[in-house]
């Protein structure tokens, strides 16, 4: 609760931060690189810390398998849940509500709107409309190789963390987890603060809170019901049972909290496999989130990392769709958060 209170206080002063520089707004560029070299270097750490762990090393053999398939399994409800959820409020795939539209209608949208940019675009100089298409490339490449980094630094990571870090801390890992922990808090700190700049900056999450309302809600239950629907069909063929299956899914990505309470009481198989899920359901999420958002819709890459939407991927999810929908995914990162400590207990007990 005490990382809940920092991650939301260290929002909030960047949203205020970001809404007092609004009118320099073109000055402030430089936070997008800013925010990229801080990723990175979170992601790098996070890996190290993987690689680092004998347990999951020593088990990606064994168990990783059963971990792998709850993950994709458990991902895969919670997107298509979110999906169904998003299409009966009647909200597009780029996460506008559709006034008095159905769903149909909503999905011809972006297609309306890109017709008219066409039309528009035919209206300008040819100057105008070449650096219009040159952005446009631009920021599709900027997406990919954004991926493209979050994934090499997860591989450099562990691979620094097993060759590495297992010497320089032998018969110390305890530092070195200390160490580490302290410096994934200090960046996902920093990140945060950037994010409430951005939301600060575009100067509309109140007035989309507003317009919202309550329905932000709707999709971390979806969430919920995605992610325990996933684990309970997982529990049909794997060599767990239905509570372990059902508890190690309320972990919603929430590695250091969820194994410890399944482990204390008596399940290791399960213990060992939770914590591989909720690692690797938060490191796939880091490296699908923009597929997601291109492919499937941007609120659906706020349900695939759980717990973590809050504060790992949230810059994942805002620079992968706009600066609203953080507001979605800081909610929902939040609302599993709360309820982790208390599902998996009532779950595994």
């Not at 509500?97 to 949208?109: D, M, P, R, S, V």
């Not at 309470?261 to 399960?270: L, P, S």
């Not at 973590?308 to 992968?320: F, G, R, Y």
């Not at 929908?325 to 207990?345: C, H, M, N």
Request: proline share 3%; charged share 15%; glycine share 10%.
């Amino acid at each position: 609760m005490g990382d809940l209170i920092l991650y939301l206080g260290i929002t909030l002063v960047g949203y205020i931060l970001g809404s007092r520089l609004r009118s320099v707004r073109q000055n402030l560029g430089w936070t997008g690189k800013v925010q990229l070299v801080a990723l990175v270097i979170l992601v790098l750490m996070m890996g190290m810390r993987m690689g680092s762990n004998e347990e999951v090393t020593a088990n990606i053999s064994t168990i990783g398998v059963s971990a792998f398939l709850m993950t994709v399994v458990i991902m895969s409800f919670s997107v298509a849940a979110i999906w169904l959820a998003r299409h009966v409020m009647k909200i597009d795939r780029y996460g506008r509500l559709q006034n008095g539209k159905t769903a149909a209608e909503a999905e011809k949208a972006p297609e309306q709107t890109m017709e008219i940019s066409q039309e528009e675009s035919v209206a300008k100089s040819p100057a105008e409309a070449e650096a219009a298409e040159e952005a446009a490339e631009e920021e599709k490449k900027g997406g990919n190789s954004t991926t493209i980094a979050i994934l090499v630094s997860v591989v450099i990571g562990m691979v620094l963390g097993y060759v590495v870090i297992r010497r320089a801390f032998a018969g110390n890992m305890d530092t070195f987890d200390s160490l580490a922990g302290l410096g994934i808090k200090i960046g996902l700190c920093l990140l945060l603060i950037f994010v409430g700049m951005d939301l600060g900056l575009e100067g509309t999450v109140i007035d989309n809170f507003r317009k919202v309302g309550l329905r932000i809600l709707v999709f971390p239950a979806a969430v919920i019901v995605g992610t325990l629907g996933g684990a309970l069909l997982c529990s049909l063929f794997m060599d767990l049972s239905v509570k372990e299956c059902l508890a190690i899914g309320a972990g919603f990505g929430w590695y250091s909290l969820a194994p410890g309470i399944i482990m204390e009481k008596g399940y290791v198989t399960a213990s060992a496999v939770s914590f591989l899920h909720n690692v690797m359901r938060e490191l796939f999420s880091i490296v699908l989130i923009p597929v997601v958002a291109k492919k499937i819709g941007y609120i659906e890459t706020t349900g695939m990392p759980g717990a973590a939407a809050m504060d790992v991927c949230l810059p994942i999810v805002e620079k992968s769709t706009r600066s609203d929908i953080a507001v979605y995914s800081f909610v929902s990162g939040v609302f599993l958060s709360i309820l982790v400590p208390v599902l998996v207990p009532v779950i595994i007990g």
